[in-house]
C-alpha cells in the first residue's frame, strides 16, 4: 500500500517562504510523476507542479518563479520550496504520486496547509 506523509505546512506572512515536504513509501512503480496540488476554499483542487522521475517540471502559470519543485528518488520523496508567498497561496496542499504501468494510478496525501497573512 502506498503512502504519501506531507509536512511543513504553516503560517507565515506575505512575502514569506515555506518549504513542503512528501514522503512516498510502499511499492509503486519506477515510472511515476511527483507533484503538489492545492485545494483553496470554496475552489476546486488544481495543480501547482509536477515533476517525473526524469526531472522534467511543470508548474502552474501562476507559481512559475516562485516555487521550485524538485525531488530525490533514491529517498522517495517530492519538495515544493515556496517563496514570495501570497494570501491567495492559502490552501491545503496535496502531495501527488501518479504511477504509471499499463495504466495510471494517483496516490494522494492527506494534505497540509498553508496560510499566508497579509
Known amino acids: 500500500q502506498v503512502q504519501l506523509v506531507e509536512s511543513g505546512g504553516g503560517l507565515v506572512q506575505a512575502g514569506g517562504s515555506l518549504r513542503l515536504s512528501c514522503a512516498a513509501s510502499?511499492?509503486?512503480?519506477?515510472?511515476?510523476?511527483m507533484g503538489w496540488y492545492r485545494q483553496a476554499p470554496g475552489k476546486q483542487r488544481e495543480l501547482v507542479a509536477v515533476m517525473s522521475n526524469g526531472g522534467s517540471p511543470n508548474y502552474a502559470d501562476s507559481v512559475k518563479g516562485r516555487f521550485t519543485i524538485s525531488r530525490d528518488n533514491v529517498k522517495s520523496m517530492v519538495y515544493l520550496q515556496m517563496n514570495s508567498l501570497k494570501p491567495e497561496n492559502i490552501a491545503v496542499y496535496y502531495c501527488?504520486?501518479?504511477?504509471?504501468?499499463?495504466?495510471?494510478?494517483?496516490?494522494w496525501g492527506k494534505g497540509t496547509l498553508v496560510t499566508v497573512s497579509s
Open positions: 510502499g511499492s509503486f512503480s519506477s515510472l511515476n510523476n
Open positions: 501527488n504520486l501518479r504511477a504509471i504501468t499499463n495504466r495510471v494510478i494517483d496516490y
